[in-house]
């Protein structure tokens, strides 16, 4: 092997080293940025996989969300909200709201926690401390009003 062969083989090695450096620096920064965003964006619910998740509640309402039903984590899969609630009259609220949106369904009030599935359902729990528009009264009636007129 002669100098010149040396000398390229030589930056060949170091160009190596310096793009093995620059996407480790590259991956570093996104786990970084990924890190922060996570911790920047306030989760609206939480996932549940065992009844034992939920909390205690005088009443529960349970309704099925068609819009993120079938995909992102609930492919393939029904997304079930569970909204705990402190009253009947808290729940009504609840359940009032969610009937103003076209994409809830299968909405109902229950005393006792719902039975987990994996299976076939992605359960989620929102809370008044996440979720807090879904317990204030007609919410989202303003803006389903124009359907209901005559």
Do not use: C
Request: net charge positive; no cysteine; glycine share 4%.
């Amino acid at each position: 092997m002669n100098q010149a062969q040396r000398m390229a083989m030589a930056s060949k090695n170091e160009v190596q080293k310096f793009e093995k450096k620059a996407r480790k620096e590259v991956n570093d920064a996104k786990k970084q940025i990924e890190k922060s965003l996570n911790n920047a964006i306030p989760k609206a619910s939480k996932q549940v996989n065992h009844r034992s998740e939920i909390p205690k509640a005088p009443y529960y309402v349970i309704a099925k969300d068609n819009f993120m039903s079938g995909w992102g984590y609930a492919e393939g899969k029904e997304n079930k909200l569970i909204f705990p609630v402190s009253s009947y009259e808290e729940a009504e609220i609840v359940r009032d709201n969610l009937e103003n949106r076209s994409e809830m369904s299968k909405i109902h009030i229950r005393s006792t926690k719902p039975i987990v599935s994996q299976e076939h359902i992605l359960w989620q729990l929102l809370g008044k401390e996440t979720s807090p528009n879904w317990y204030k009264k007609g919410m989202w009636k303003r803006w389903t009003d124009h359907s209901r007129r005559q």
